[in-house]
């Protein structure tokens, strides 16, 4: 699985976009890019994924570059319950073999203040 | 719908001393894992399962076993516990029917201590 890098920490406004950066150059064509937050002390949370196109669902965006070598997730109205670590992970589908696993790095600690 | 379920919630043990960690789920999920969460560190996997009777490891397997007799159940056991296997540990489960989708449902966690 391609290797991913996103900053220790970031602060975000409460109110305000949280955009949340991932860089994950070594990408190949088949992997998806996921993101999952965990929140403290909790277990961790499916956010959204994508391959290609720009995702969105209820709880974020996924902004992919035409490249796919880096990725965005942004909180469109950052509150402080989403104050979390954020996870970008970078993962071929199961259906191609190389077992089933998700490789969770260190992430992104997302401090939403007032 | 209670997703996935883990107990229990907080453990002590001592040295030595063996124990296991229940894991389970009500979503018919094919794919369950264990995962554990050190200060400062990512989750790190320790073993899986694609199915009932299919277990294998992950990257940190020593000091534990699984097995998986029933779809909805995937314990974790510590033979003899050791102080490095103090740790918070995540079950997590998923459906392979969907191409594409590694969307992992976590449990709340299990928090070990052991002296």
């Not at chain 1, 969105?56 to 070598?69: C, F, G, P, Q, V």
């Amino acid at each position: 699985d391609a290797k991913t890098t996103q900053p220790t920490s970031m602060d975000c406004a409460e109110g305000r976009a949280a955009n949340l950066p991932c860089n994950h150059s070594t990408i190949s064509g088949n992997e998806y890019v996921y993101w999952y937050r965990q929140i403290h002390s909790q277990g961790p949370q499916y956010i959204i994924h994508g391959l290609k196109n720009n995702e969105t669902n209820e709880m974020a965006s996924l902004i992919i570059t035409e490249d796919r070598k880096s990725s965005t997730l942004i909180l469109p109205h950052a509150t402080l319950r989403d104050t979390a670590v954020y996870y970008c992970i970078v993962r071929s589908s199961p259906f191609t073999g190389g077992g089933n696993k998700l490789t969770f790095g260190t992430g992104t600690q997302l401090k939403v203040e007032l | 719908n209670a997703g996935v379920t883990q107990t229990p919630k907080f453990q002590v043990l001592k040295t030595g001393q063996s124990m296991t960690l229940q894991c389970a789920q009500d979503m018919n999920h094919e794919y369950m894992s264990w995962y554990r969460q050190d200060p400062g560190m990512g989750l790190r996997l320790i073993h899986y399962s694609v199915g009932a009777g299919i277990t294998d490891q992950g990257e940190v397997p020593n000091g534990y076993n699984v097995s998986r007799s029933t779809t909805e159940d995937f314990p974790l056991r510590l033979l003899s516990a050791a102080p490095s296997q103090t740790s918070v540990y995540f079950c997590a489960s998923r459906s392979s029917g969907t191409s594409g989708a590694n969307v992992l449902t976590f449990g709340a966690g299990s928090r070990l201590t052991v002296l």
